[in-house]
């Protein structure tokens, strides 16, 4: 069985004063915020992250990226508060996305243990008729 994805928040008060902050080096007018998360999150999470905060229509000044154990918001100074929470919402989004990914994966696994008892007993049958075919050519054995 496969492991479920896990889902990741951002880390509970937060010191902001140890926050890394600096100016962004390739855009004149953004900044570089790691926020801490509560753990690293898994490969799953990660494509599910980037899938939503993409298809966000606030993308032109603001830019999310996992390092780690920290999410990474490249963004301009204003409207800071707006920003932190448009992060949470995706954050919302990305773990609500990571239910869905594990009830698909849960479905997947349970179809696929029904699809090999099917194929186990399909084989059996026709094992058992290539046999019967075989009695008839041969005489029984």
């Known amino acids: 069985m496969k492991e479920e994805a896990r889902k990741v928040k951002l880390k509970e008060n937060i010191d ?3 926050l ?3 100016k962004d080096s390739y ?3 953004a900044y570089v915020i790691d926020l801490p998360l509560d753990s690293v999150p898994d490969h799953a999470w990660q494509d ?3 899938r939503e905060w993409r298809a966000s229509l606030r993308l032109w000044d603001r830019k999310l990226f996992v390092v780690a154990d920290k999410l990474r918001l490249v963004t301009s100074i204003d409207d800071i ?3 932190i929470d448009w992060v949470r919402q995706v954050i919302e989004r990305t773990n609500q996305g990571i239910d ?3 009830k698909e994966i849960k479905a997947r696994e349970t179809q696929t243990g029904e699809d090999l008892h099917r194929r186990t007993a399909e ?3 026709s094992v058992d008729a290539i046999r019967d075919s075989l009695r008839k050519r041969f005489g029984a054995f």
């Open 48 to 50: 599910i992250l980037d």
């Open 20 to 22: 890394d902050i600096k």
């Open 27 to 29: 855009f004149r007018s």
């Open 81 to 83: 508060e707006g920003k």
């Open 100 to 102: 869905e990914y594990n």
């Open 123 to 125: 084989e059996k049958v």
């Open 16 to 18: 902001v004063s140890a």
